[in-house]
């Protein structure tokens, strides 16, 4: 099998994770923001992590918030949250990412972080030319059911890049989740915080480095 098309998850695959500290120290300051500074710590848990439209209605009911006009806040501050990591060296792209100048394919981005997160990303670190496309969600409430396994922006992204032959690559289950719904191939990378993850899905492969990409789309 040949790939014409690869496509890749940011976070975790092309550059570094963000510390889940960062990320709940901004969803907590977006509580504070709309007067709320007794908030629940599960409830700030909640709004950091796996939030769906469903919760973000229950936890805002709870402080008598309106669930878009803090969701879109809650956006907000995540991104400005991650660019100033970005800024100060604690979230970088991986050292082999230089491989995909020479990777004989087309290129995109799907991501579930924000989509102004994977704008600055790919400005700050001087890596847009390598991407014919690159999704991030929307600061909206719809945009949760929207999010990986779901293949609605990986699909955008395949028509974009007219993609015949395409592979995703991602270092989560529901990258792999999202390759199958979406009828492509997927790749699971190994990087050090999924080195030893026993997985319950079956990637069409499982590379240890974007090195290995060479190697997979000329098989």
């Given at each position: 099998m040949t790939y014409d098309t690869v496509i890749f998850?940011?976070?975790?695959?092309?550059?570094?994770?963000?510390?889940?500290?960062?990320?709940?120290?901004?969803?907590?300051?977006?509580f504070a923001d709309f007067g709320v500074t007794d908030c629940d710590p599960d409830h700030i848990e909640d709004m950091t992590i796996g939030a769906t439209p469903s919760s973000v209605d229950t936890v805002c009911d709870a402080y008598g918030l309106d669930p878009e006009t803090f969701w879109r806040a809650r956006d907000t501050r995540l991104?400005?949250?991650?660019?100033?990591?970005?800024?100060?060296?604690?979230?970088?792209?991986?050292?082999?990412?230089?491989?995909?100048?020479?990777?004989?394919?087309?290129?995109?981005?799907?991501?579930?972080?924000?989509?102004?997160?994977?704008?600055?990303?790919?400005?700050?670190?001087?890596?847009?030319?390598?991407?014919?496309?690159?999704y991030g969600r929307e600061p909206t409430i719809e945009s949760l059911d929207l999010r990986k396994p779901d293949p609605h922006y990986l699909e955008r992204a395949l028509a974009d890049l007219d993609a015949d032959s395409a592979l995703f690559v991602g270092d989560n289950e529901s990258?792999?989740?999202?390759?199958?719904?979406?009828?492509?191939?997927?790749?699971?990378?190994?990087?050090?915080?999924?080195?030893?993850?026993?997985?319950?899905?079956?990637p069409t492969w499982d590379i240890e480095s974007l090195d290995d990409l060479h190697r997979v789309c000329s098989a």
């Open positions: 998850d940011n976070d975790g695959v092309l550059v570094g994770r963000t510390h889940f500290d960062v990320l709940r120290d901004a969803t907590e300051a977006t991104s400005r949250a991650q660019q100033v990591e970005a800024r100060a060296g604690r979230k970088t792209p991986y050292g082999d990412i230089d491989t995909l100048e020479n990777l004989d394919a087309t290129m995109g981005i799907v991501s579930s972080n924000q989509q102004a997160t994977v704008d600055f990303l790919l400005d700050h670190f001087d890596m847009r030319d390598h991407f014919g496309t690159a990258d792999i989740k999202a390759a199958e719904n979406a009828g492509i191939d997927s790749a699971f990378i190994r990087r050090p915080h999924r080195r030893d993850w026993d997985l319950n899905v079956w």
